[in-house]
């Protein structure tokens, strides 16, 4: 598949370490976009830097904490001064915890409203500046926040979860009323099961043998799938914006 006009962006990945956010990296770099992969782990994101400049990409890896607020100013500066402006901005940092709320597990809840919600939040905020300036120069200019189908859909014992993706869909939804009128689009993507290191997390065994179980009947999507959908929207012509994918595998209700 030939992904057009991708080859003059720049984009900013984050979550790259690992599942949606290093596929997309990968791929927006096959299509000659400059990409900056941001995590935590600095070692993963060298070894997809050296990957990708070995396939003939362009990428800088960039360390940092989405949830802290200093890290998220510092890589801002990092990218600026290596690469300038970035005009695909990509959210994919996130963490999936699972436990009954009655557990009360007030660090599990932090985590994902710190990582899911206001990660994602101070991203937009430090990219902002430059999505709208590209755009007011007639550039083309993407938002893009991976989202879950578990945001439409109540998943028991993953209520915290489901309400961080809720939240992350109601700002889509919402930013697209202050951005689209300044030519900047955003697209939120809801995947249902998708196999990457996500579920990896959780600490509660039942409910994490339960989750191999479905994944094990139902079947998941591959990582590379939703990058797919990611380049294709953020390659459309610029006054195209799809604002809302829904992805599942098939066999997934
Ligand atoms: P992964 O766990 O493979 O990827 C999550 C990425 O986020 C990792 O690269 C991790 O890297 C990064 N990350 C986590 N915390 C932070 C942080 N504080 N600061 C910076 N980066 C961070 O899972 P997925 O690829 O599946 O997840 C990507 C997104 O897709 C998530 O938002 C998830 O909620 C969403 N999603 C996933 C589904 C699935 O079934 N897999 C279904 C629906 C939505 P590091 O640890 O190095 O920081």
């Known amino acids: 598949m030939t992904y057009y006009a991708l080859a003059q962006r720049t984009a900013l990945?984050?979550?790259?370490?690992?599942?949606?956010?290093?596929?997309?990296?990968?791929?927006?770099?096959?299509?000659?976009?400059?990409?900056?992969?941001?995590?935590?782990?600095?070692?993963?994101?060298?070894?997809?830097a050296a990957r990708?400049?070995?396939?003939?990409?362009?990428?800088?890896?960039?360390?940092a904490d989405v949830t802290d607020q200093a890290s998220v100013d510092a890589a801002a500066e990092?990218?600026?001064?290596?690469?300038?402006?970035?005009?695909?901005?990509?959210?994919?940092?996130?963490?999936?915890?699972?436990?009954?709320?009655?557990?009360?597990?007030?660090?599990?809840?932090?985590?994902?409203?710190?990582?899911?919600?206001?990660?994602?939040?101070?991203?937009i905020r430090a990219f902002t500046p430059d999505l709208t300036a590209v755009a007011e120069e007639g550039g083309t200019a993407d938002l893009v926040n991976i989202s879950s189908i578990g945001a439409h859909i109540p998943f028991t014992n993953y209520a915290v979860y489901g309400a961080t993706k809720a939240a992350l869909t109601y700002l889509s939804e919402c930013l697209r009323t202050e951005f689209g009128p300044r030519d900047v689009r955003v697209t939120n993507i809801e995947p249902g099961f998708t196999d990457t290191e996500l579920r990896g997390h959780i600490d509660n065994e039942e409910l994490s043998g339960q989750l191999e179980g479905m994944f094990g009947?139902?079947?998941?999507?591959?990582?590379?799938?939703?990058?797919?959908?990611?380049?294709?929207?953020?390659?459309?012509?610029r006054h195209v914006n799809l604002r809302q994918l829904i992805v599942l595998p098939t066999r997934q209700a």
């Open 52 to 63: 990708i400049g070995a396939d003939g990409g362009r990428a800088l890896a960039v360390t």
């Open 217 to 237: 009947e139902v079947g998941s999507l591959a990582s590379e799938d939703v990058a797919d959908l990611i380049a294709y929207t953020t390659s459309r012509p």
């Open 78 to 123: 990092r990218v600026a001064a290596a690469y300038g402006r970035v005009d695909l901005v990509v959210n994919s940092a996130g963490v999936m915890l699972a436990n009954p709320v009655t557990e009360g597990r007030t660090d599990e809840w932090q985590r994902m409203l710190d990582t899911n919600v206001a990660g994602a939040l101070r991203i």
């Open 13 to 48: 990945v984050t979550g790259a370490a690992s599942g949606i956010g290093a596929a997309t990296a990968r791929l927006l770099a096959a299509q000659g976009a400059r990409v900056v992969l941001l995590a935590r782990r600095a070692e993963r994101l060298d070894e997809l």
